[in-house]
């Protein structure tokens, strides 16, 4: 099983509301990522953890909070988002995060984010 | 910080004609990494090139990497329709920061 699955695929969100994005992969990869895209753009990293923990933050806002309950869950807790915020929001695992050579990338679908 | 360029931004062809994209980085780069996205896809990996030089082919595909380890380029042989969607390149430094920056893209349309 190759597959990253995120939920929910669409969401619309008011600015003081709670919501959270979720991630699974079950392929035993020990690294997991969000990224940020807004359209006709490249992906933007936010988080990378690795062993279930932080290992980069892009100077991501406090508005958004990560969580890495356990190696193949990647929770993304959002809180009083901006319209700015409204982007698709990218899942992707892999074996491992370097140390030396990268490894492949397989990412989730995605989630669609409106802030409103 | 890091930044990886990649030209042309979008690319008009006719089906059967060949394209090409180029990856510039303003730093030498450990390996590269290219993914394709498809109109409201996500990225899929394509291939990772390590070595200084290094030049791989998949089917119509041709990847390089360059002496210097400073760019990339993919050429497509012989487009074809199910070759539309947007490339990427995405490379990490040999030290400090090593996540992958993403490249610009480029948008590839065939025209059949």
């Known amino acids: 099983d190759t597959e990253v699955t995120q939920t929910p695929k669409h969401l619309v969100m008011g600015m003081t509301n709670k919501k959270s994005l979720k991630c699974e992969q079950h392929?035993?990869?020990?690294?997991m990522y969000w990224y940020k895209q807004k359209a006709k753009k490249p992906p933007e990293l936010m988080f990378v953890?690795?062993?279930?923990?932080?290992?980069i933050n892009e100077s991501v806002p406090s508005r958004f909070s990560p969580e890495c309950p356990n190696s193949s869950l990647l929770n993304l807790h959002l809180h009083a988002l901006q319209p700015e915020d409204s982007a698709l929001y990218l899942c992707?695992?892999?074996?491992?995060?370097?140390?030396?050579?990268?490894?492949?990338?397989?990412f989730g679908p995605g989630t669609r984010l409106t802030v409103t | 910080g890091q930044q990886v360029m990649q030209i042309p931004q979008y690319q008009h062809v006719q089906e059967g004609e060949d394209f090409t994209t180029y990856c510039n980085s303003s730093?030498?780069?450990?390996?590269i990494q290219w993914y394709k996205q498809r109109p409201g896809g996500h990225p899929v990996f394509l291939i990772q090139?390590?070595?200084?030089?290094e030049v791989k082919k998949q089917k119509r595909l041709t990847f390089q990497f360059g002496e210097a380890k400073k760019n990339s380029s993919l050429h497509i042989t012989a487009t074809q329709t199910t070759d539309v969607g947007t490339y990427f390149c995405?490379?990490?430094?040999?030290?400090?920061?090593?996540?992958?920056?993403f490249g610009s893209g480029t948008r590839l349309q065939v025209q059949p």
């Open positions: 995405a490379g990490s430094r040999d030290t400090g920061r090593r996540a992958l920056t």
């Open positions: 953890y690795s062993y279930e923990k932080l290992s």
């Open positions: 730093t030498t780069l450990s390996n």
């Open positions: 090139l390590v070595k200084s030089g």
């Open positions: 392929m035993g990869h020990r690294a």
């Open positions: 992707a695992s892999s074996q491992d995060f370097p140390g030396g050579i990268n490894y492949e990338q397989y």
